[in-house]
Every structure is written in C-alpha cells, then in structure tokens.
C-alpha cells in the first residue's frame, strides 16, 4: 500500500529566501505524485503533479518538484518565496491501476517579512 | 462560479444529534469524496462515489452515511454525533477513478460538536 511522509511538519522562512518542502513516498508500483496547497481557512487547491515524461513539473506561481524514482521523493522548491505563499502543503501519492490517493502530514510554510 | 460547494460552511451541534453536509460540483465529473481533516491538519478518506455507486468505504463508523442522488451531488449525513467527530470535512470530485486526474475540493465545511 502506498505512504506518503512529508518530514517537516512545520517550515519558516524569510521573505525572498529558498525553500524545499521535502516528500518521500512508499509503493511498489508506478505512482502518480502530487503537490496540493490549502491557504488560510480554504480548500487544498492543486500546485503541480507528476504523472510521466519529464522529472522536473513546475506551477504557473515558481514553485518546481523533482520525481526521484532511486530516492523515491517528490521534493517541492521555490528559489524565492513571497509572504503569499504562507500555507499549508501536502504532498501526495496515486498508485498507476487505484483511484484513491494518499497524503501525506502536511508541512506549514511560514513566510516572515 | 464555484466548481465544488459545500455547505454549511460552518455547523455547530451538541452531541448526539444528526446533521447533514451538503456538495455539489458543476465540473461534470464522475467521482466524488468526502475527506475528514482533523485538528493537526491530518487529511483522510472516508468515502468515494463513481458515478452514483459506491467505491471507497474506509474504516468508518456506520454513523457517517453518505448518499449520492446523481453524479453531481455528494451528500453526508451523521447521526448521533461525537465530540470526536469535530473537523473540516472536505468534499472532492475528479474526472473519473484514474490515480491520475486531480481532485477538486470544496471549501470545507467545519463542524464543531459541544
């Protein structure tokens, strides 16, 4: 059965800075990864995904994720973080052949002025 | 235009009554769920529902019963509710089943149980 552990639970980082949210997952099949994020009081809203082709996904707001098969994590990253990307992140995982998709914790990225 | 709405957006009850969540998507998917999100943010599956039919049933207690009366509609109802039931549920849907189509999610509904 699928995993997901997202190892930090919380992240702060100041404005303008660098910032990898880390995601490691357990399956034995192929899998399909996620990054989804919930703002303040909101519903989790889809940041990017792996489903083939190409390790490297980005989202349309700068942040980027690398599927590393040998490592088996899904790291997001951003090389410069604004005050609006405060939010909670999950990371999670599809098994190729299952419909139900597992999250991880969860990891708090706060941004400080 | 709001692609999945619940509602209440907030509902606040004493123990052991019965309450209902409503979500409803105008995506024209065929999947649908409800996640419970508890108050370390921990985010589970309780149910799906492929086009009217039942598919994903997690360890539940049978007080949670969800009833779909057509595609775009996912209903929730408890009955005799727990202080233990207290969280955000979230209702989501998807194109169809594949692991790979993203789900959309509502914007939650919070219950408070007193």
């Known amino acids: 059965a699928q995993s997901v552990t997202q190892l930090d639970s919380q992240v702060p980082v100041f404005e303008e800075a660098p910032v990898e949210l880390r995601c490691n997952y357990s399956?034995?099949?192929?899998?399909?990864l996620f990054w989804y994020v919930q703002y303040p009081n909101q519903g989790l809203q889809l940041l990017l995904k792996y489903l083939s082709g190409s390790t490297l996904v980005e989202s349309i707001n700068g942040f980027e994720a690398e599927f590393n098969k040998s490592q088996t994590s899904f790291h997001l990253r951003k090389p410069s973080v604004h005050i609006s990307d405060t939010a909670e992140y999950f990371c999670?995982?599809?098994?190729?052949?299952?419909?139900?998709?597992?999250f991880g914790k969860g990891t708090k990225l706060s941004v400080i002025p | 235009d709001t692609a999945v709405s619940q509602t209440p957006k907030y509902l606040v009850t004493q123990m052991g009554n019965d309450k209902s969540i409503k979500c409803e998507q105008n995506?024209?998917?065929?999947?649908m769920y409800w996640y419970k999100q508890d108050s370390k943010k921990f985010l589970k599956i309780m149910f799906s529902?492929?086009?009217?039919?039942?598919?994903i049933n997690e360890t539940v207690p049978n007080r949670f019963s969800p009833k779909s009366p057509d595609k775009a509609h996912l209903n929730l109802h408890i009955n005799s509710l727990e202080l233990g039931d207290s969280a955000v549920y979230f209702c989501?849907?998807?194109?169809?089943?594949?692991?790979?189509?993203?789900?959309?999610f509502g914007p939650g509904t919070r219950l408070t149980v007193l």
């Open positions: 999670a995982v599809s098994e190729a052949g299952s419909y139900q998709l597992t």
């Open positions: 399956s034995s099949v192929s899998v399909y």
């Open positions: 995506l024209g998917h065929d999947t």
């Open positions: 989501a849907s998807s194109l169809g089943t594949s692991g790979s189509n993203e789900q959309f």
């Open positions: 529902y492929n086009n009217k039919e039942l598919i």
